[in-house]
């Protein structure tokens, strides 16, 4: 082995295609935070580049996420360093892939654009004309990953053993200790040896430095119980071979994403109105530019009135920031039966028609179905050839019924 140094980084779960909250801006991030740590890695000039899956949210990209992943990990083809990409549970179909030949992560390596990607098999990256970095892959079993990573070691050992450069595995599962389930039991995995167990599916940052495991945790939040790490970011991993073992210096380095706040609130107030006003104020105070912020609304209502809280209504008071999220937890009254925590659409228009306009009950089924196919053609969501057609037949027929259903209240 004439390689006395190696020196490559580690990133994981990118989920690019993720539109999150239905936001243009957040299907940019995700592509935003890959690039990002692209970048990180071409100025760290490794020898290489490993990703432990998750590239895409979903097993059937559409055309523009496959575009931003084509268009970011080709820059490190470019910058000629080459990428190591295994299998995660959101971008590959196991079953589907094995039916018809190929997932999307095979048809990436087979663009020739400098991405290698290894399934359930050791493959070698060579510096300097030599075999010098071995890695094993393991796809996503989810439980069953124990299993199977007991199986490859066993059918590779002679092939594991007999390698004297640097032993990675790349897995996509929950190693024993993380928070959670367990996948893979730390016992299975230091039976290969290892001199790096690079992890993913883990959205979180998380070590063991003991058996050498790394999780950089996803490259953008995907959900809110994520957010108590604020920071996102990849490894940048270097070797030194000191006699006949490896040692290796890992270091974190981060990246920047939007931001992501939380607020809880506890109400003083106790009327509805006061509750709304308070909540304004706060909404209000709280607005941050660009930021995605969670407001959690704490707090005893006591009062008999109906507590109707339109969460719609409340969402878009802030208007620097770029999402709002309300979650409340103030309406002691659901335990007593008389309101529900968080009023579906259906139950807001129901409510908006029955107080507000006072029409009749009988026409509340009616109505609500006029609201809701206004808005998915509004929104274009609506399947249909002739839309505005079909909204002209919705109102007639509503206002057939108006008449003859208030006649027949009287
Ligand atoms: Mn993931």
């Known amino acids: 082995m004439k390689r006395k140094s190696i020196h490559f980084c580690h990133l994981t779960d990118s989920h690019l295609g993720n539109r999150q909250y239905g936001l243009l801006e957040r299907f940019d991030d995700f592509a935003r935070a890959l690039s990002y740590s692209i970048n990180s890695c071409i100025n760290l000039r490794p020898d290489f580049v490993i990703m432990t899956g998750d ?15 084509v268009k970011i990990l080709g820059k490190l083809q470019e910058a000629e360093i080459p990428l190591i990409i295994s299998q995660g549970n959101h971008d590959v179909s196991y079953s589907r892939a094995r039916r018809y030949g190929g997932d999307i992560l095979e048809f990436l390596a ?6 290698q990607y290894i399934q359930d098999e050791i493959a070698y990256i060579e510096l300097d004309d030599e075999k010098t970095v071995q890695i094993l892959a393991v796809n996503y079993y989810g439980k069953r990953t124990d299993k199977i990573l007991q199986q490859l070691i066993r059918q590779n050992s002679s ?35 290892f001199d790096y167990i690079a992890v993913g599916h883990l959205h979180e940052r998380w070590e063991n430095k003991t058996h050498h495991i790394y999780c950089p945790g996803s490259t953008e939040h995907t959900s809110v119980s994520e957010w108590k790490q604020p920071e996102r970011g990849l490894y940048d991993v270097r070797n030194v071979r000191i006699d006949d073992h490896w040692v290796s210096e890992v270091e974190y380095v981060p990246i920047s994403t939007r931001e992501k706040i939380e607020y809880t609130h506890k109400f003083r107030s106790t009327s509805v109105t006061e509750i709304r006003e308070e909540a304004e104020a706060i909404l209000l105070k709280n607005d941050k530019t660009d930021a995605i912020v969670r407001f959690v609304f704490q707090g005893d209502y006591k009062g008999k009135e109906h507590p109707f809280i339109n969460l719609e209504y409340f969402k878009h008071i802030p208007k620097k920031a770029l999402h709002t999220i309300i979650v409340p937890k103030f309406l002691e009254v659901e335990k007593k039966g008389i309101a529900k925590k968080i009023l579906t659409k259906r139950e807001a228009y129901e409510g908006l028609i029955t107080r507000n306009y006072e029409l009749p009950s009988k026409l509340t089924d009616d109505y609500i179905s006029l609201i809701e196919d206004s808005i998915r053609i509004i929104e274009g969501n609506a399947k249909i050839s002739h839309q505005e057609t079909l909204l002209d037949k919705r109102y007639s027929q509503f206002a057939k019924n108006l008449i003859v259903k208030s006649s027949e209240e009287g």
């Open 55 to 69: 590239l895409f949210e979903n097993a059937k990209p559409q055309a523009p996420e496959l575009r931003q992943a």
């Open 110 to 115: 087979d663009l020739d654009i400098g991405i």
């Open 159 to 193: 092939e594991l053993e007999a390698f004297k450069g640097l032993k990675l595995l790349m897995i996509h599962a929950f190693v024993e200790g993380m928070p959670g389930a367990t996948d893979v039991k730390l016992r299975t995995i230091k039976r290969g040896n």
